[in-house]
């Protein structure tokens, strides 16, 4: 039996999971945890990622408490490890962020920057993905398909395309 296939799980996947709204994003997001949870992929969270979770779940609910049982629940998630973002990541995160959201300028040297790049913390996220060996990027945002570098898919997609056929609806359970 292979290993499973390694996912890197943006902050909004985690997000749509847990709101639950019944539109694709979530539905998609669902089923991609309810399958890392199975063990039929392992999903990785950057470090980043946790601390967006937090600071979400935070400022929707003005509860300290529970957006740290939040997290607790999340990392206690079979199948689930975090990675530190290293010095590695943070050189890899400046060519992203450079590739992404600014273009050259005529035939200088200075650069233009466009209105819709990535984040400092999305480029982290895409950074660490990078590093991963067969890894794949997960995420429900549009602009990581910008970065041509690193292989990103939505949720949904992925598991259509990896994932073994579902053994529980997406209705049914929990993440």
Known sequence: MSAPRPVVIDTNVIID???????????????????????????????????????V???????????????????????????AVEEAHAMIAVDLIRESNYFRMGKGGKLGRRTDGLSMVDSLILAVGSTIPGAIV?????????????????????????????AVPVSDGRP
């Open 17 to 55: 999971a847990f709101v639950r709204s019944g539109d694709g994003r979530s539905r998609g997001s669902i089923e991609l945890l309810r399958r890392v949870e199975n063990g039929e992929f392992a999903g990785i969270l950057p470090t980043p990622v946790l601390v967006e979770i937090y600071y």
């Open 138 to 166: 997960c995420s429900n945002e549009g602009r990581f398909s910008q970065v041509k570098s690193v292989r990103t898919m939505r949720p949904a997609e992925l598991v259509q395309r990896f994932g073994k056929k579902a």
């Open 57 to 83: 779940v935070l400022d929707v609910t003005k509860d300290p408490h529970r957006a740290g049982k939040t997290l607790a629940r999340l990392l206690e998630l079979p199948h689930i490890t975090v990675r």
